[in-house]
């Protein structure tokens, strides 16, 4: 709703199902249009591992547009990861996306 420039944060949680490797792309749109020199390839390992993707970007924006996290990926095996709460000990759950967004 405010003109200004924003820091967006977010960390993704990504896994597959089968052991091969697949690449993920992430990038940020504005307003549904891709922004340029925001896009990141990282690689899934396998159906034993997680993936991690975590960075910020610094944006402005105007008022009335909004920002949005995109990904894609050919591999159809791959999904973003969550995992439930457990017990002994007790331990909250694994979000599969944390997103942050504050004006600067």
């Not at 792309?25 to 034993?48: F, K, M, P, Q, Y």
């Not at 909004?66 to 990861?81: E, N, P």
Request: aromatic share 10%; glycine share 4%.
């Amino acid at each position: 709703a405010h003109d200004g420039v924003y820091n967006i944060q977010f960390s993704a949680v990504f896994s597959k199902n089968n052991a091969s490797v697949a690449n993920v792309e992430i990038w940020l749109a504005e307003t549904g249009s891709n922004v340029a020199r925001t896009n990141t390839d990282v690689r899934v390992l396998g159906s034993s591992a997680a993936t991690v993707a975590a960075w910020n970007f610094i944006k402005t924006f105007s008022s009335g547009s909004y920002a949005q996290l995109m990904w894609r990926t050919s591999d159809t095996d791959v999904y973003i990861h969550y995992v439930n709460s457990g017990s002994s000990p007790a331990r909250p759950e694994i979000p599969s996306i944390i997103l942050t967004v504050c004006q600067v």
